[in-house]
């Protein structure tokens, strides 16, 4: 349930990127529930059809598009898409991501582009994409990670990405600024029930190992990471821009050495 009131975001139009699972779909289904008209975008059409449905549920208006954020035209065509459909665009969340656990000496070059051209390129595309719509006001968040200041064994490919991304954010919120365009940016923790940590935590040891090093000892939830995207996207947040909010738990307070450890560990399990 969200902590909101149900209607502060009607007559708002979101597009949430990589809103088929995990975070950000729960992303796009806070937004609907608050009365959001959503879109969503991902990759797979299967993933796509069940996020409709799951949104659609909630007695919202929603639509989806099948693309790649590694393809600018893509992009482009689905948000255009989503204009032409409901008319404008105030939201805009780029959250899709590729991620492995591999360490820079087995590294490939091809592994490495891949997770950068998911990552940073594909957040560029969608805010590029978007910015040529957007409604003054518009407010353009995207996920980053712990990744972009700490350092990950095994991470570095992430690492680039995700500064990348967060510097991104700093440079589209100073230009994009005059024009009342807001981007920011969310630095989730360690969150339950994703696909993420799910691979991250195969044992109790390691579970143990991530809550440790958390101020508040205890997983995120989704809800928690869609209650900030969603402060974000309402009248709250109108002077926040070019800011880089971590929703961790206190995770990054315990600095690299533990997530380094750990990264260290998981790479000895068996596969």
């Known amino acids: 349930m969200s902590t909101f009131q149900s209607d502060v975001l009607q007559g708002k139009v979101a597009f949430v990127a990589g809103g088929t699972s995990g975070i950000n779909l729960e992303i796009a289904r806070n937004y609907a529930r608050l009365g959001a008209r959503v879109a969503v975008m991902s990759r797979s059409q299967e993933r796509v059809d069940r996020a409709i449905e799951l949104i659609g549920a909630q007695g919202a208006q929603v639509m989806g598009i099948a693309a790649d954020v590694r393809d600018y035209e893509a992009v482009s065509a689905a948000i255009e898409s ?83 991304i967060d510097m991104l954010t700093r440079s589209l919120a100073a230009e994009w600024g005059p024009r009342n365009i807001r981007v920011n ?55 926040v821009t070019g800011t880089i909010m971590y929703c961790d738990g206190g995770q990054v307070l315990s600095g690299g050495g533990a ?11 068996p596969s």
């Open 82 to 164: 989503v204009v032409k459909t409901f008319g404008k665009l105030d939201i805009v969340v780029s959250g899709a991501a590729g991620n492995f656990v591999c360490p820079a000496e087995q590294l490939t070059a091809k592994g490495f582009k891949t997770v950068v051209d998911i990552d940073l390129n594909g957040t560029f595309h969608v805010l590029r994409a978007a910015f040529d719509h957007a409604n003054s006001g518009c407010s353009m968040i995207n996920i980053s990670a712990p990744q972009s200041t700490e350092s990950f064994w095994g991470q570095s490919h992430v690492a680039a990405a995700k500064a990348g």
């Open 185 to 239: 940016a969310i630095v989730p923790g360690p969150i339950e029930g994703t696909e993420g940590m799910a691979r991250l935590t195969p044992t109790p040891e390691m579970e143990k190992m991530i809550t440790t090093s958390i101020a508040l000892r205890r997983y995120g939830s989704t809800q928690d990471i869609a209650d900030m995207a969603t402060f974000l996207a309402t009248n709250a947040a109108n002077y």
């Open 259 to 269: 997530q380094h450890a750990f990264m260290e560990q998981l790479q000895k399990q």
